[in-house]
């Protein structure tokens, strides 16, 4: 029996803690343009997505070291700000 194997080639990327780092600041950083834009405080988006304190958004707005935008978080806050999700990830 002659059994002919396809041969694959896989790119191995790596992702570097700098770089997801950077991820994670552009959109804290792209969150806060966008609230700001509209005028709305910290505590009032905390508010908006049901916190009772600005620790998660000024954390993760300021790039704190543990402290960032799960993908829940980011689909409440896009919807309290009545724009679409894929912004937060614009360059």
Same mark, same amino acid.
């Given at each position: 029996? /002659? *059994?002919?194997?396809? *041969? $694959? *080639? #896989? ?7 700098? %770089?997801?780092? %950077? ?5 804290? /950083?792209?969150?806060?343009? *966008?609230? $700001? ?6 505590? !009032? &988006?905390?508010?908006?997505?049901? #916190? ?7 954390? %993760?707005?300021?790039?704190? =070291?543990?402290?960032?935008?799960? &993908?829940? =978080? ?13 912004? #937060?990830?614009? !360059?």
């Amino acid at each position: 029996m /002659n *059994t002919k194997r396809d *041969t $694959q *080639t #896989f790119i191995v990327i790596d992702y570097s803690p700098e %770089a997801i780092k %950077a991820f994670y600041r552009k959109i804290g /950083n792209n969150v806060k343009k *966008t609230r $700001q834009a509209q005028g709305i405080s910290q505590l !009032e &988006l905390s508010y908006r997505i049901g #916190f009772k304190s600005t620790s998660l958004i000024a954390g %993760a707005e300021a790039g704190y =070291h543990n402290i960032k935008f799960s &993908l829940e =978080h980011l689909y409440k806050i896009a919807k309290a700000l009545h724009v679409n999700i894929a912004l #937060f990830f614009e !360059e």
